[in-house]
T-cell receptor, first 112, second 116 residues
Framework: AQTVTQSQPEMSVQEAETVTLSCTYD???????LFWYKQPPSRQMILVIR??????QNATENRFSVNFQKAAKSFSLKISDSQLGDAAMYFC?????????FGQGTILTVHP | NAGVMQNPRHLVRRRGQEARLRCSPM?????VYWYRQLPEEGLKFMVY????????ESGMPKERFSAEFPKEGPSILRIQQVVRGDSAAYFC??????????????FGPGTRLTVL
């Protein structure tokens, strides 16, 4: 069974600083996608960034970037220049054949 | 272009009653997914439907839960004889395509079910 593990229940960062959220996954498949979703207090799920497993280049979206290590099955999210609006629950997710498998989530607090 | 719509946003039921959760996918999307989020946990996949077909129901509890996506109208997640453990947020997502090829899933705002 595919599993996604986020080992950091909570993280905090100072505004304008950089923070990295960790994620590991376990799968025997070779073709899949990985995502980071943000869930603010409104509970709306917002896609932050995605990575195709066949691409070696790490995905980047403005202040958000990933460090994808396929052999190690690791997929961390780096948030640069953190802003107060980044405070939320962050979920790592793995996608294959239609369904998403989510990690347990990491609560990110941003201090002014 | 309206996003994925779910109603009601909040639903309160007493133990033993039935809960019906509705999901209208984005325009042009023919695939719907239901996820459940228990308090303090991540989302768990329940079921994946295409119009008039259940593609994958591996995450659905064997009893009391059912889902449908008719040719016309919204997708319905139905929970019969609710128990306190069913209290959760239920999210619907839709995509234009389906399995095998990646299609981004767009999420609705969720329905928070509270069972008294």
């Amino acid at each position: 069974a595919q599993t996604v593990t986020q080992s950091q229940p909570e993280m905090s960062v100072q505004e304008a600083e950089t923070v990295t959220l960790s994620c590991t996954y376990d799968t025997s498949e070779s073709d899949y996608y990985l995502f980071w979703y943000k869930q603010p207090p409104s509970r709306q799920m917002i896609l932050v960034i995605r990575q195709e497993a066949y691409k070696q280049q790490n995905a980047t979206e403005n202040r958000f970037s990933v460090n994808f290590q396929k052999a190690a099955k690791s997929f961390s999210l780096k948030i640069s220049d953190s802003q107060l609006g980044d405070a939320a629950m962050y979920f790592c997710a793995w996608h294959s054949y239609g369904k998403l498998t989510f990690g347990q989530g990491t609560i990110l607090t941003v201090h002014p | 272009n309206a996003g994925v719509m779910q109603n009601p946003r909040h639903l309160v039921r007493r133990r033993g009653q039935e809960a019906r959760l509705r999901c209208s996918p984005m325009k042009g999307h023919s695939h719907v997914y239901w996820y459940r989020q228990l308090p303090e946990e991540g989302l768990k996949f329940m079921v994946y439907l295409q119009k008039e077909n259940i593609i994958d129901e591996s995450g659905m509890p064997k009893e009391r839960f059912s889902a449908e996506f008719p040719k016309e109208g919204p997708s319905i997640l139905r929970i019969q004889q609710v128990v306190r453990g069913d209290s959760a947020a239920y999210f619907c997502a839709s995509s234009p395509g389906g399995q095998g090829v990646y299609n981004e899933q767009f999420f609705g705002p969720g329905t928070r079910l509270t069972v008294l």
